[in-house]
């Protein structure tokens, strides 16, 4: 004969179980359809930003390439001032870190294509090229910002 402590206490169980399942059944359906939801924004921020990515990376050409000239004294001043690594420069004119070093040496001298980009970027202010780095997937601008970003992020639990 069973001990009617140990009855009393699996059907305590299995009604408490049955009260939860029914009390929890609604917050797991708004859940899922939260988390969808979610989901959908995300993949329609992702389209958007790389729509973004696209017409930051299509730079308007100057028309007149002939009365643009090009200085290496020039460049490195405008590269410092704007604070930024030959690579991030690079990837803002659409060449390598290494040849803005070629660059700004007098070791070569862009193209008439490569002149008429860097007189795109030459417009830009330090804010704006920062901008456009991280449209691009750059560089994430000044030093230390990256870490606060990946802290942002761990904090909101991405």
């Known amino acids: ?4 402590t140990q009855v009393l206490n699996d059907h305590i169980r299995r009604l408490t179980r049955r009260e939860i399942n029914v009390r929890t059944r609604s917050a797991r359906r708004l859940t899922s359809v939260h988390r969808r939801d979610l989901a959908a924004l995300e993949k329609a921020l992702g389209f958007l930003e790389g729509q973004e990515r696209r017409r930051v990376a ?5 028309p007149k390439v002939e009365g643009i000239r090009f200085r290496a004294d020039g460049l490195k001043s405008y590269r410092a001032r704007l604070q930024l690594s030959a690579k991030d420069f690079g990837k803002l004119v659409g060449v390598a870190g290494l040849t803005i070093y070629s660059w700004e040496s007098g070791k070569s001298k862009p193209r008439k294509a490569q002149v008429a980009k860097l007189a795109a970027v030459r417009g830009l202010g330090k804010r704006e090229a920062l901008k456009r780095l991280e449209l691009m997937g750059g560089s994430d601008g ?9 802290a942002w992020k761990r904090k909101r639990g991405r």
């Not at 299509?58 to 100057?62: A, G």
């Open 142 to 150: 000044a030093p230390g910002r990256r870490r606060r970003i990946k």
């Open 58 to 62: 299509e730079r308007p050409v100057p």
């Open 1 to 4: 004969m069973p001990n009617i």
